[in-house]
C-alpha cells in the first residue's frame, strides 16, 4: 500500500532564513505525482508546489523549491528566505494510478521573526 | 471568483442526529471530494465524484452518503452522527479526475459530535 510520511511534527525557523521539511513515501508505481499542499490558520489546504516522477528536473516555484529523491522515495521542500506568511501546516501528498491522493500528517512550520 | 464554499463552518451534533454538509463550486470542475481530517492523521477521503452523475466510495466511507446534485454542488450526509465522525471535513474539486489535476479546497467545516 501506499504511504507518506512526514518525520518531523513541527519546524521553527528564523524569519529570513531557510527550511527543510522532509517527506518520505513508499510506492510500488514508477509513475505518480508529489506535492506540497500549505493549510494555514485559515484551514483551506493551497498547493505550493508538485513534482513529475518521470522528470528529473527538481520543481521550483518562487521561493519554494523541492528536493526529489526518486531512488530514495524522497520529497522534501525548502522555503528559502522564509517569511511570517509561511507559518501553516505543510502536508506532503502522493497521487498514483487510482486517482486517489495519500497524505502525509503534516509539519507544523513556526516562524521567529 | 469563491471557488469552494462550504457550509456550515462549524457545527455541534448530539449522537444519533442526522446532518448534511453542502459544497458549491464555481470553477466549472467536473470532479469533486469529501476528505477529513483528523489531529494527527493526513487527510482521508470520504467519498468522491468523478463526473456529475457519479459517485465512488474512498478511503473511509462507512457512516457516510453522498449526492452529486450538479455539476456545481456535491453534498455529504451523516445519517446517524457517531462521536467517530468528529473531525474537520473538506471538500474540494478539480478539473478532472487525474492526479495532475490540481485540488481546490473548501475552508472546511469543523463538526463536534457528543
Known amino acids: 500500500a501506499q504511504t507518506v510520511t512526514q518525520s518531523q511534527p513541527e519546524m521553527s525557523v528564523q524569519e529570513a532564513e531557510t527550511v527543510t521539511l522532509s517527506c518520505t513515501y513508499d510506492?510500488?508505481?514508477?509513475?505518480?505525482?508529489l506535492f506540497w499542499y500549505k493549510q494555514p490558520p485559515s484551514r483551506q489546504m493551497i498547493l505550493v508546489i508538485r513534482?513529475?516522477?518521470?522528470k528529473q528536473q527538481n520543481a521550483t516555484e518562487n521561493r519554494f523549491s523541492v528536493n526529489f529523491q526518486k531512488a530514495a522515495k524522497s520529497f522534501s521542500l525548502k522555503i528559502s528566505d522564509s517569511q511570517l506568511g509561511d507559518a501553516a501546516m505543510y502536508f506532503c501528498?502522493?497521487?498514483?494510478?487510482?486517482?486517489?491522493?495519500?497524505w502525509g500528517a503534516g509539519t507544523k512550520l513556526i516562524i521567529k521573526p | 471568483n469563491a471557488g469552494v464554499t462550504q457550509t456550515p463552518k462549524f457545527q455541534v451534533l448530539k449522537t444519533g442526529q442526522s446532518m448534511t454538509l453542502q459544497c458549491a463550486q464555481d470553477m466549472n470542475h467536473n470532479s469533486m471530494y469529501w476528505y477529513r481530517q483528523d489531529p494527527g492523521m493526513g487527510l482521508r477521503l470520504i467519498y468522491y465524484?468523478?463526473?456529475?452523475?457519479?459517485?465512488d466510495k474512498g478511503e473511509v466511507p462507512n457512516g457516510y452518503n453522498v449526492s452529486r446534485l450538479n455539476k456545481r454542488e456535491f453534498s455529504l450526509r451523516l445519517e446517524s452522527a457517531a462521536p467517530s465522525q468528529t473531525s474537520v471535513y473538506f471538500c474540494?474539486?478539480?478539473?478532472?479526475?487525474?492526479?495532475?489535476?490540481?485540488?481546490?479546497f473548501g475552508n472546511g467545516t469543523r463538526l463536534t459530535v457528543t
Open positions: 501528498a502522493h497521487g498514483g494510478s487510482n486517482y486517489q491522493l495519500i
Open positions: 510506492t510500488s508505481e514508477s509513475d505518480y505525482y
Open positions: 465524484s468523478a463526473s456529475e452523475g457519479t459517485t
Open positions: 474540494a474539486s478539480s478539473e478532472s479526475l487525474s492526479v495532475n489535476s490540481p485540488l481546490h
Open positions: 513534482q513529475e516522477a518521470y
